[in-house]
Every structure is written in structure tokens, then in C-alpha cells.
């Protein structure tokens, strides 16, 4: 047989091999990388690059280098998982740059960043300025975690005592112009209803690229034709017209009828109508 062959075949055989030896190791080896990570992933990609090129003195040799590699990393992560001393010498500690508003000099030299580098990561983290920052921390992957001081925090709906309701997630009930029966079964709709809403707004089932529907059933196309206009949905904003209109008419008929009973009924429901609407205004009008 020849060479050229024999090195193809085993090649193939050391990819196959590596590609599942990648999803043993799990996710977290191919996303964020410690220092140990990526020893680890360069190890085992030259072994396997070697052991394709027979640069181990046979097969089985390098077969055996690749499994120490594999099997031992499995192992420590292993105990990590159960114990804290290991992993903390396997994949490090973290370490606090900044507290309080103050920059520790130690610690930046401890773990060798300059000035420039600590500016560097405060910058991808939205933080321009260092008397903005209250703390930083590396984190063992090298990233930098930055927690703004209170002042200088993006306002959220609890900062300002905003209530606000839970959404699920959107489900995609077209891609590339092919209805998805299982998203729009899940959220109680069919394709009837799915082309009644496209009817409304004026699109072509070929036409659309994706659409996706949330949790209060509004629609949201993306077509193919990026210069078409699509219009936005208008479920809340009916809804929430709806309700209003409704509690108005109670009052209008609690004001206008001369019968106690009826007048209290209206009364009351146009009150039971104002409370729906305070607590469904936060979902209604975001």
C-alpha cells in the first residue's frame, strides 16, 4: 500500500478519534480555554498530527501518548469537580484588580498586567473610566468581570420598582419559507392562523426568511427582500386599547344609569378593569 495512503487512511482514523475525544472532554474545553485547557488541546493536536505522520515510531506509541493526554485530564477534572484544592491548582483562582474604586498594584503585577492591559479590559466592558469601576476581578479564564459603582449602573426595571412579567421564549414557526408545524402545535396555533396573520400583513409565505411568534402570539417576520416594509405588531397595543376602552365604558354606564344595583355593578367592574390594567401595564407598554 502505498505511504501516501497509509497516511491518509490513518489521518482519517486520528481525526475521527480526536473529534470524539473533544466531546468527551465536554463543552467547556472549546469555549472558554484556561491555561491548562489550552496546554491540554495543543498537546493532543500535536500527538495527533504526529501520530498521523507515523512521528511516534509506530502506531501503538502514539496511541499511547494520545491516551495519557485524554485519560488524565478526564481524571483531574474529575476530582476538580469534587474538590476545591485541585481546582484551584488545575484551573487557577481568581484575583481582585480593582476594590473598592482602588486599583491593587500587587495584584496587577502578580499577575502580570500592565496598566494599559487594565484599561484594556475595562474598556470592553463598557467602563471608560476607572473611578466608574467599583470592582474587578480576573477571572481564571483571563477575562476581566467589572461591576460599575451604583451611580454609574445601567437603570433596570427593579432599580426604578418596575413590574415587570416573565416571557417564554420565541418560537420559530417559519425558516426559509417552510412552515414549522411542531413550534406552532407548542403554542397552541396552526397554519391557518399563521397565514391569516401574513394575509394582515400584506406578505407571501415564500417571502419570508424567518418568522417567530412570542409569548403574547405576536408575529415578527424577516423576509428575503430586505427593502420590503413589514409591519410591527400591534397585539398589546390593541389589547391594552381594548381594556381601556372597556373600563371607560363601565364608568360611562356607572354615571348614566339610575338603578343602584346596575350602578354599583359598573362601578365595580370598571375598578376590577383598573386593577387588570395596572398590573398588565408593565407587559402591555414595554
Not at 406552532?184 to 415564500?206: C, I, S
Not at 408575529?219 to 427582500?225: G, W
Request: charged residues 20%; contains cysteine; proline residues 4%.
Amino acid at each position: 500500500m502505498p505511504d501516501w495512503l497509509i497516511i491518509g487512511l490513518r489521518s482519517l482514523g486520528i481525526f475521527a478519534l480526536t473529534l470524539l475525544v473533544v466531546r468527551i472532554m465536554g463543552k467547556r474545553q472549546t469555549s472558554h480555554l484556561t491555561f491548562f485547557d489550552r496546554i491540554t488541546a495543543i498537546v493532543i493536536g500535536v500527538l495527533a498530527a504526529a501520530t498521523s505522520l507515523n512521528l511516534t515510531n509506530g502506531l501503538i506509541n502514539g496511541l499511547a501518548a494520545l491516551a495519557v493526554w485524554i485519560l488524565l485530564p478526564i481524571f483531574l477534572f474529575w476530582l476538580a469537580l469534587k474538590y476545591k484544592t485541585v481546582r484551584d491548582i488545575l484551573l487557577g483562582k481568581e484575583t481582585i484588580l480593582i476594590n473598592h474604586g482602588k486599583v491593587l498594584e500587587d495584584k496587577l503585577k502578580e499577575v502580570r498586567f500592565t496598566p494599559e492591559d487594565l484599561l484594556s479590559h475595562l474598556r470592553r466592558n463598557n467602563a471608560f473610566k476607572v473611578a466608574d469601576v467599583e470592582f474587578a476581578m480576573l477571572e481564571p479564564s483571563g477575562d476581566v468581570s467589572v461591576l460599575l459603582k451604583k451611580g454609574n449602573q445601567p437603570v433596570t426595571a427593579s432599580t426604578i420598582g418596575l413590574q415587570v412579567n416573565h416571557e417564554s421564549v420565541p418560537q420559530t414557526v417559519m425558516l426559509d419559507g417552510v412552515v414549522m408545524d411542531e413550534p406552532l402545535t407548542a403554542m397552541g396555533l396552526n397554519r391557518n392562523w399563521l397565514h391569516t396573520e401574513l394575509e394582515k400583513a400584506g406578505v407571501a409565505p415564500e417571502n419570508v426568511f424567518i418568522a417567530q411568534v412570542d409569548s403574547l402570539g405576536q408575529l415578527y417576520l424577516d423576509l428575503f427582500d430586505d427593502a420590503a416594509q413589514v409591519p410591527q405588531p400591534k397585539t398589546k397595543d390593541l389589547v391594552y386599547a381594548t381594556l381601556k376602552k372597556c373600563q371607560a365604558d363601565c364608568e360611562l354606564y356607572a354615571l348614566g344609569t339610575k338603578a343602584a344595583s346596575a350602578k354599583k355593578n359598573y362601578s365595580q367592574c370598571a375598578a376590577e378593569l383598573d386593577q387588570i390594567i395596572s398590573e398588565l401595564k408593565p407587559l402591555l407598554k414595554r
